[in-house]
């Protein structure tokens, strides 16, 4: 599957266009319900402790294929993992057989001036008011967290059942560099309603931690995966004009090759942590916290780490194969300008001063630290 997408990922570098031939291989290959726990017919990836560093590498390898399949994947993984942890015993049921109806998830939290906002109605439903920003795979996503704003400005989680709704779809905010397939579109979801049973959790959930900075590692785990795919183009490129002869292109590969190893070990040990924090993914989100803080401080290094490995591959990468090497029909250009886009995730240096905050807390020696 994955090389099938590696194949088709330049014809789908266009505006409104979505990769619906790989959704359905996702769909078929039983993808869509691999979050899902054992007990609900999936295989648990990344919400079933023992299982995420299963999740992660299926994570880059998708990336590996194509980021725009790994940013939308990724999202139906958080999505699946929301409801898992917060919802209802009938939630779970009802979006866990939206899943194997290969429905796809998605969480569209993004959000200019005009956000969204979540207005109770005499009637018992909510009436939602604004848009949503980056809502990737537009058309595509029938079960989206909405999630916006109530009366006393709290945060809901809402999930959006989109082919019962109406919805205006702004096409032409969508004008990137990269990650065109993606079709994140704006939204305006005025006008909306919906019952009682879309809201999910209590209202403030959606930032309990260490889930939610935790979270980061799987978009990383895509994003090495973009990495890693300019790496072996990058490689073949050279192969094939017979330059691997040279020492500083040897210089060059090396040094990609262990930047890329280095993210591989990045994600064990996230995989690891993760893990042996909780039985399932969600778990003591108000106890332990000391364990939760260190789950957070590992996560945002590993965010960090593998932002920087991606960055200096391109680099590495430009160099290697110069201006020729940058034209079609080679895919390095258009791998790296969706990477370069992808790996502009929010509160970068949040995170990384988040880390500072955390080693200058602690007094164990380092080697203790995680």
């Not at 023992?50 to 999505?79: C, D, F, P, S, W």
């Not at 579109?185 to 049973?197: L, N």
């Not at 002869?245 to 890329?260: D, F, S, T, V, Y």
């Not at 490995?309 to 034209?327: A, F, V």
């Amino acid at each position: 599957m994955a090389d099938f997408a590696a194949a088709n990922a330049s014809s789908l570098d266009k505006q409104g266009v979505f990769p619906a031939q790989e959704f359905q291989q996702i769909a078929a290959a039983g993808l869509l319900i691999a979050p899902l726990s054992s007990r609900l017919g999936g295989l648990g990836l990344g919400f079933e402790t023992g299982h995420t560093e299963e999740l992660l590498m299926l994570l880059k390898q998708i990336g590996r294929a194509n980021l725009v399949i790994g940013r939308i994947y990724e999202g139906h993984v958080n999505a699946l993992q929301l409801i898992q942890t917060f919802g209802t015993p009938e939630q779970i049921e009802a979006y866990a057989d939206d899943a194997r109806q290969h429905k796809i998830f998605g969480v569209w939290n993004a959000e200019a001036q005009d956000g969204v906002n979540i207005i109770p109605q005499s009637n018992g439903k909510y009436r939602l008011e604004g848009s949503k920003t980056f809502c990737t795979g537009c058309g595509y996503v029938e079960r989206p967290f909405v999630n916006g704003k109530l009366p006393d400005d709290s945060w809901q989680m809402c999930i959006v059942p989109m082919d019962e709704v109406e919805t205006i779809v702004d096409p032409d905010w969508w004008q990137p560099a990269g990650m065109r397939a993606t079709v994140s579109y704006k939204v305006d979801f005025s006008g909306v309603e919906v019952e009682q049973k879309s809201l999910l959790a209590q209202p403030g959930d959606y930032f309990r931690q260490p889930w939610l900075s935790a979270g980061v590692i799987r978009f990383a785990a895509v994003q090495l995966g973009g990495a890693e795919a300019l790496f072996n183009a990058s490689r073949q490129y050279l192969q094939k004009l017979d330059r691997c002869g040279h020492p500083h292109q040897q210089e060059r590969l090396g040094k990609m090759a262990i930047a890329i190893e280095s993210g591989n070990l990045w994600l064990k040990g996230a995989a690891e942590l993760v893990d042996n924090y909780a039985p399932v993914f969600g778990g003591y989100p108000d106890d332990h916290q000391e364990q939760a803080a260190k789950l957070v401080a590992y996560a945002n290094m590993v965010r960090t780490a593998i932002e920087q490995i991606c960055i200096d591959t391109i680099q590495l990468s430009q160099r290697s194969i110069g201006t020729l090497g940058l034209l079609p029909p080679e895919p390095m250009e258009r791998i790296i300008r969706d990477l370069s886009l992808y790996l502009r995730q929010p509160a970068f240096d949040a995170a990384l001063t988040g880390v500072g905050k955390y080693v200058l807390t602690e007094i164990d020696d380092v080697n203790q630290l995680w």
